[in-house]
């Protein structure tokens, strides 16, 4: 049981790292006039989209390496009821308007502009919705995949 929810832990921490690395990249990637719509803070459909799929991936990574800590499927399990939990949160209290103190968005920004420019962008409602449900997806789809340990008839444990 304490293996399951250190491997929860463990893998949660690994989504955040790796969504936090996916991001970074995709946003540099994508750059400012495709992340954002129409000269404005609000993120473009295309941005909203590939978040979700980094958040796929990070947390299809994040529910292996849960499953490995724990040596069941049930870390992976254990890290999806993690992930519906602060996703359910994080959806019902996050704010989808814009600060009030939010400049307008420049024509051009340089890099490091850019890279400090997510606080005056929220997503919208319906993302952080999805977010919750591709991070539980990905988690259980990592379960699907850690393979399941049968018992041997013998009931000795086999590899």
């Known amino acids: 049981m304490l293996r399951i929810a250190v491997g929860a832990i463990v893998g949660y921490i690994c989504i955040g790292l790796l969504l ?3 991001l970074t990249v ?3 990637a994508m750059g400012p006039q495709r992340v954002y ?3 404005s803070w609000q993120p473009s459909i295309a941005w909203c989209l ?3 799929g980094a958040g796929f991936i990070a947390a299809a990574v994040g529910g292996l390496v849960a499953a490995l800590v724990a040596a069941t499927r049930g870390g992976a399990h254990a890290l ?3 992930v519906c939990v602060f996703g ?3 959806a019902i209290f996050s704010d989808a308007a814009p600060p009030a103190d939010a400049p307008p968005r420049p024509a051009e920004m340089g890099f ?3 890279l400090n420019s997510a606080r005056y962008s929220r997503v919208p409602k319906w993302v952080d919705w999805a977010n919750m449900a591709m991070l539980a997806a990905g988690t259980l789809t990592a379960a699907r995949l850690y393979p399941r340990r049968t018992p041997s008839p013998s009931g000795a ?3």
């Open 37 to 39: 719509a129409d000269e």
């Open 80 to 82: 999806c009821s993690l």
């Open 26 to 28: 995709t946003a540099i």
């Open 88 to 90: 359910f949160s994080a």
């Open 112 to 114: 490091i502009d850019y």
């Open 20 to 22: 936090a690395l996916l």
């Open 157 to 159: 444990p086999h590899a």
């Open 50 to 52: 590939a978040s979700l």
